[in-house]
């Protein structure tokens, strides 16, 4: 078996998570988990080949389970490879992602631009020159 990291996000609103990066980011849904309570308590979203998992704050099962918006902070940023970045960057920004620094060409060799999503995350959002 391969070594794999796969980023796992904590937000407030699972549901609309889910949604938005469906819509934001062309993702697939692969699995959800719903409590009784409508929370998300794990889902598996796919972009292409990247995979990375969610659910809503749960400190009560994890202490300190918390999502950027609680915490008013994030400390970790995500970094996405796409075929087209401008394309990426203004769907994303359209479904309401906010731009924190616009798509351009970086002295590393690739495009990129950054951006936070409505539940706190930073992704950097690039395409190798």
């Known amino acids: 078996m391969p070594t794999v990291l796969t980023p796992y996000l904590m937000v407030t609103g699972g549901a609309e998570a889910i949604d938005f990066y469906t819509r934001a980011f062309g993702a697939a849904e692969v699995f959800r988990l719903t409590g009784a309570d409508g929370h998300v308590g794990h889902a598996e979203m796919r972009v292409a080949e990247a995979t990375f998992m969610l659910s809503d704050e749960a400190p009560e099962v994890v202490p300190n389970m918390r999502g950027p918006r609680t915490l008013s902070a994030t400390t970790v940023s995500l970094h996405l490879r796409v ?46 020159i």
């Open 83 to 128: 075929p087209d970045v401008d394309a990426f960057f203004q769907r994303a920004v359209d479904a309401g992602a906010t731009a924190e620094r616009p798509v351009a060409d970086q002295a590393y060799r690739e495009r990129t631009g950054v951006l936070v999503d409505p539940f706190g995350h930073r992704w950097f959002i690039a395409t190798p």
